[in-house]
């Protein structure tokens, strides 16, 4: 066992890993670690290495460790004498049958709350919408985390979350923007002395499930000319007909986070000609009868920073899977446009004639990866 790394990271949007009745009262630790996983398996299969499809438990997909193929695997290095007992790059981190995760993650709250009083949803509905986006409460604070293993499964741990930090984030929902955070310098110190970059490794062919050769990383930073610039943004300014949400939202302003995401979705999904009712529906998702569709497109909420300007970080996963292969080309591309237009962020964000600055930056998830790793003291590891 190494030496345990403990951090405190502060939330920028509120952080959900589960809870009842819409309240997350305390922090499930496996819901921490079933988003460091997901990320994991994507950042894994991007590098070349394999990673199963955990939710699939048939015998032919599962990785389940057979210690007798390990024991007779006795001269190869670790990963290969693994890999050789059946188990994936991701599950020899994360576990799988017979063989257990390789760290603990403890997870405790500090100072901070609820990022808004009860356990009613805010519903977002932008004009030409029935329904709209319904975000829960969360929370908003300190987290403390402490990693405790070998030293090796810590070091990849820790990569991660600087990876996470700058492009991603903790917990569910991130679909709506949520678990994003922050580290200050002295825990990314701590992090940058731990951390264990993986090179990428060969290549293995793409599919449908999360790979960071399919991701398109952006963020979008501003200065508005004005300070209430967010309360015009479509599907924020109908809740002032709701005063407690109205006060809730008018709250999280001032402490610098705006949920701009569903004006964004919005126009991306219902402002644009898509190929197909079929094709949106993929990249945006549906939840219709036993039809149940994550979005691959998720923007973050507006973040205000120290100096007054204000970022939105969000993530495309554009898989070449069945479903769009038909149109991948033209979708993709057309995606890539939306997300490189300028004049769409000012309008969607209502900054039209008042923004003093405004910086997009795509990359694609390798580029992404590789210049966290290059940030880090003493390079790749």
Known sequence: MAEPLTLKLQTLTPLWTGGLDGKMEHIHAAGLIGSLRWWYEALVRGLGGQACDPTDHSTEHACNFDAEQYEKAAGLPQRARLRAAGLCDACQLFGATGWRRR????????????????????????????????LQPGWMGELALTLIGEEQAIGQV??????????GGLGAKQQFGYGAFRLDLQEQAALNRRASFMLPGGQQPRGALPDLRDFTFFQVRFRPARPEWWAQVDGIRQVRQRPDQWQSLTRLAQQGAVPVNAALKNHWRYGQPWPSREIEAWLFGILRGDIRLRSKVNPGWAVRAADGSWHITGWAWLPRDAESRPHYDAVVGQMCRLLGERAGWQSTLNLVGAVQSLEITLTNGLDAWNAVARQVSGGIG
């Open 103 to 134: 760290f603990r993650l403890d997870a405790m709250m500090g100072q901070g709350a609820a990022a808004w009083p009860g356990d009613q949803p805010i519903n977002l509905r932008p004009h030409d919408r029935t329904r709209g986006w319904y």
């Open 158 to 167: 820790a990569a991660l979350l600087l990876f996470l930090e700058q492009w």
